[in-house]
């Protein structure tokens, strides 16, 4: 069965350091998410990807996020200088986007990003 | 007020209980109304989905909708250890360039056998 992958399952920087967190969304699907999950607190909505462009980002989503489909196949979240309080486990999704009704989104299994 | 709001638990029960898991929101643009099931440090994984208001009922699973109070409910009929999991409710304002998921916080259920 298809499925979403994500890599590394767990990342570890410094505070100030860039990291890039790669996603493999399935191969068909359309439309691409990224959300995070802070420890104890809800999943949050940050940015979605179609059309190789931006088509919403959540207030989280700042200067210092950005993503990008490098390839027909990768799907990346970078952040260009991280802070204490993105330490999260971030989830890749993807979708077909292709119906009027619901297209049901496929979530990765995350990154576990833990900034020092 | 929260868009999702979701009673975090944790809610224990024994092996065979019904169990009702709830969510208030405040969007009324929301049309789609989702459950995720997630084990800990995975991904979100869907049980079910329904869409406007209703009742959609998928083996020991039930998902009820009422968009006039707006509240969803999943109910799980004879609860099995397995069943132990944070359950997720996630809405959606299906739009052709959006689609983004709105969560509530998430119920951990422990099953007990």
């Known amino acids: 069965e298809p499925e979403v992958t994500q890599t590394p399952s767990h990342q570890v920087t410094q505070m100030g350091q860039e990291v890039i967190l790669r996603c493999v969304p399935i191969?068909?699907?359309?439309?691409f998410y990224w959300y995070r999950q802070i420890l104890g607190q809800k999943v949050e909505f940050l940015v979605s990807f179609y059309n190789n462009e931006i088509s919403e980002k959540s207030e989280i989503f700042d200067d210092q996020f950005s993503v990008e489909r490098p390839d027909g196949s990768n799907f990346t979240l970078k952040i260009r200088s991280t802070k204490l309080e993105d330490s999260a486990m971030y989830f890749c999704a993807s979708t077909t986007g292709t119906s009027s009704a619901y297209n049901e989104q496929f979530f990765g299994p995350g990154t576990r990003l833990t900034v020092l | 007020q929260k868009e999702v709001e979701q009673d975090p638990g944790p809610l224990s029960v024994p092996e065979g209980a019904i169990v009702s898991l709830n969510c208030t929101y405040s969007?009324?643009?929301?049309?789609?109304f989702m459950w995720y099931r997630q084990y800990s440090r995975k991904g979100p994984e869907l049980l079910m989905y329904t869409y406007s208001s209703g009742n959609k009922e998928d083996g020991r699973f039930t998902a009820q909708v009422d968009k006039s109070s707006k509240y969803i409910s999943l109910f799980i009929r004879d609860s099995q250890p397995s069943d132990s999991a944070t359950y997720l409710c996630a809405m959606s304002a299906w739009s052709s360039n959006t689609g983004k998921l709105i969560f509530g916080q998430g119920t951990t259920l422990q099953v007990k056998p």
């Open positions: 191969s068909n699907h359309l439309y």
């Open positions: 969007n009324s643009a929301f049309q789609y």
